[in-house]
């Protein structure tokens, strides 16, 4: 039986959410907000999963309206904020992603504030993925490698990204079926599960029927069984 040790979840939907039910699409990211907290406190209980990768912030999303982006660093920097006594009571261990240094000194700070406080713990390590792109993500790994003496190998890279953990499971809710530069790398190997939920109507239990899914498939990994 498989075992989705490393799960990354594409969190699509969150604008069209808000946007369906009349609202402005801010509203839509503060009820998202609460499903990421609901999704990693489930994910944090069940032993079965090691790892819990959320696309949070893309390399691309800088070009949506102004005032839609500087409401997400707000509310990624009181969502930090707000959950880090949550993270140290389920003994998550939080990893972020991505190149933090476009974000301000204020977010950088409380990003890296979390990331120590949260170190002894471990349980699940949660990851947002944050200013993140596989491709940018692929091309500092490069750059940092390319004065080494011998070739690079594929481990010499696996282990200059900054994820550096295969994935077992990827999930996209929002009804899109693309991976949109999200894990390319870690994800050469990993069940897609699509779903047309939006994700502020995510919940724990439709992942758990998806985890049952995976866990009856048969993974060959480009071999035969």
Same mark, same amino acid.
Request: include cysteine; charge should be positive.
């Given at each position: ?5 490393? @799960?990354?979840?594409?969190? *699509? ?15 839509? =990211? ?21 790892? /819990? ?21 707000? !509310? !990624?920097?009181? =969502? ?49 993925? /944050? ?17 080494? *003496? *011998?070739? @690079?190998?594929?481990?010499? !890279?696996?282990?200059?990204? *900054?994820?550096? =953990? ?10 899109? =079926? ?19 939920? /939006? ?10 029927? @998806? ?5 009856? @498939? ?5 071999? /035969?069984?």
């Amino acid at each position: 039986m498989n075992r989705a040790k490393h @799960i990354a979840i594409i969190m *699509d939907g969150n604008g069209r959410w808000a946007e369906l039910q009349g609202k402005k699409r801010i509203k839509g =990211h503060e009820k998202g907000a609460q499903v990421v907290k609901s999704i990693t406190t489930f994910c944090s209980e069940n032993p079965e999963i090691e790892r /819990l990768t959320l696309y949070a912030f893309s390399t691309e999303n800088w070009k949506r309206p102004r005032l839609e982006v500087e409401f997400l660093m707000k !509310l !990624l920097e009181k =969502h930090l904020t707000n959950e880090l006594n949550s993270y140290i009571v389920n003994n998550v261990r939080f990893e972020p992603i991505g190149d933090l240094r476009e974000f301000s000194k204020s977010l950088q700070k409380t990003i890296q504030n979390v990331k120590e406080k949260t170190a002894h713990c471990d349980g699940l390590v949660q990851s947002l993925a /944050l200013n993140y792109g596989s491709q940018n993500e692929i091309l500092r790994a490069v750059n940092n490698l390319k004065n080494q *003496d *011998d070739d @690079i190998t594929q481990v010499m !890279l696996s282990n200059a990204l *900054d994820c550096k =953990h295969s994935v077992d499971l990827l999930i996209r809710t929002g009804g899109d =079926h693309r991976l949109s530069n999200f894990l390319l790398w870690q994800a050469a190997y990993a069940e897609l599960f699509f779903c047309d939920t /939006l994700w502020p109507d995510f919940t724990t239990e439709e992942l758990e029927k @998806i985890i049952k899914k995976f866990t009856k @498939i048969e993974r060959r990994f480009g071999g /035969l069984k």
